[in-house]
């Protein structure tokens, strides 16, 4: 229980939430799903956004109630929380090797959840089948193929051929497609430079469609993409879905990437890690309480909420401490939001999402599928 639920509906009570809090903004949060939304239609291509970045299983059903057709996970916490609350369409975007969570997600398929994995060795299907047993309901399976960033996947596009007519041939899993995703292009800055670089890893994708095709395993399902490649992703036509996973709430590293060449992007910050002044004793800067612990501190800097405290800027000061330079008439206890550096890995720091808008604190979700496991 977080201890900020005695102020949900006080008039005012976001203001005066026990901090450092994460906020969501709950107007701008549906406006960046409904522009997604929006964009994938006229892309053709349906959203599943990856659920990764969020890790709450209540802004996965905002999600889905907004059209998507379920989220993604990568760990294998993710995929059983998502699964047990049985948000429907749960596309499990890692390999799962580890025998708990094999047995875990066999038995919530047995159950009913909605649950497709994906699959980048024959070995690891042979285990799945062998945990899984008959079933009249096979389970959904994708081949994972690298197209360039050598994390998971099929390593060529016979590997990819050979996994995909093994889920073919299987009772127990159903080959339902194919799944590429490449990370470290999402955050090229320049569009030109991005779309240049990931041009030549779709190719790669094509040609393993290509030989799919040839050997009559056209996938059903080619599932990718991310909030950084989703201009190109229209463009090219070759995913029929988008696991687009930061869109939802934008960081600091995603605002200074050129999303769609030539327009501002359209998405606007929905998380906030709101803060407080501790100490303002000193001249020039005063301290508050959002540190290490509390902001991820792997991209640039976090930044000062727009319009909050003009002209200010955040730098880390250690472990539960930042200070805020240039913040002219700041006091103890007064409020500082902070558009955090990089959404996901802040969001798994903190155990609640605060649900605001404006002043008011309309609900608090738990970030349920928090952790690493
Ligand atoms: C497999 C996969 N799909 C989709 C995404 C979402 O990417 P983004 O947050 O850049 O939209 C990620 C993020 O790391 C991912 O690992």
């Given at each position: 229980m977080s201890p900020?639920?005695?102020?949900?509906?006080?008039?005012?009570?976001?203001?005066?939430?026990?901090?450092?809090?994460?906020?969501?903004d709950l107007p701008a949060l549906r406006a960046n799903l409904a522009e997604m939304?929006?964009?994938?239609?006229?892309?053709?291509?349906?959203?599943?956004?990856?659920?990764?970045?969020?890790?709450?299983?209540?802004?996965?059903?905002?999600?889905?109630?907004?059209?998507?057709v379920g989220v993604c996970a990568t760990t294998g916490r993710e995929a059983i929380v998502y699964a047990e609350a049985r948000i429907p369409g749960v596309l499990v975007t890692t390999p799962i090797v580890q025998r708990a969570h094999i047995e875990a997600l066999a038995s919530l398929h047995h159950e009913g959840a909605d649950i497709t994995l994906v699959f980048d060795t024959i070995e690891n299907v042979d285990v799945w089948e062998s945990v899984l047993g008959r079933t009249a309901r096979p389970l959904r399976a994708l081949v994972d193929l690298d197209i360039g960033m050598g994390r998971t996947g099929a390593a060529s596009p016979a590997d990819a051929v050979a996994i995909a007519r093994r889920?073919?041939?299987?009772?127990?899993?159903?080959?339902?497609?194919?799944?590429?995703?490449?990370?470290?292009?999402?955050?090229?800055?320049?569009?030109r430079e991005r779309r240049s670089t990931y041009g030549g890893q779709l190719d790669r994708l094509q040609e393993t469609l290509a030989a799919l095709a040839a050997a009559d395993l056209a996938p059903a399902v080619v599932s990718g993409g991310g909030t950084g490649t989703f201009a190109i992703d229209a463009e090219r036509k070759i995913y029929?879905?988008?696991?687009?996973?930061?869109?939802?709430?934008?960081?600091?590293?995603?605002?200074?990437?050129?999303?769609?060449?030539?327009?501002?992007?359209?998405?606007?910050?929905?998380?906030?890690?709101?803060?407080?002044?501790?100490?303002?004793?000193?001249?020039?800067y005063v301290s508050i309480n959002a540190g290490f612990k509390s902001?991820?501190?792997?991209?640039?800097?976090?930044?000062?909420?727009?319009?909050?405290?003009?002209?200010?800027?955040?730098?880390?000061?250690?472990?539960?401490?930042?200070?805020?330079?240039?913040?002219?008439?700041?006091?103890?206890?007064?409020?500082v939001d902070l558009q955090t550096s990089h959404c996901d890995p802040t969001v798994n720091l903190h155990d609640f999402l605060h649900v605001v808008d404006g002043d008011t604190l309309l609900d608090i979700w738990p970030i349920d599928a928090r952790g690493t496991l």
């Open positions: 900020n639920a005695r102020l949900i509906g006080v008039p005012g009570g976001a203001l005066r939430l026990v901090t450092p809090a994460l906020v969501i939304n929006r964009r994938c239609a006229g892309a053709g291509m349906a959203l599943r956004p990856h659920g990764k970045t969020h890790k709450c299983t209540a802004l996965a059903r905002e999600q889905v109630a907004a059209g998507a889920l073919e041939r299987s009772e127990e899993l159903g080959y339902a497609g194919l799944q590429a995703y490449s990370g470290r292009v999402q955050h090229i800055l320049d569009y029929t879905e988008s696991q687009a996973g930061s869109y939802c709430v934008m960081d600091v590293d995603y605002d200074a990437v050129e999303l769609f060449p030539g327009e501002p992007n359209p998405y606007r910050f929905a998380l906030y890690l709101r803060s407080s002044v501790v100490s303002a004793n000193q001249p020039g902001v991820s501190t792997d991209g640039p800097l976090p930044r000062v909420r727009e319009g909050q405290w003009p002209g200010a800027t955040y730098r880390f000061f250690g472990d539960e401490f930042g200070m805020m330079d240039g913040a002219a008439g700041c006091e103890v206890g007064d409020i």
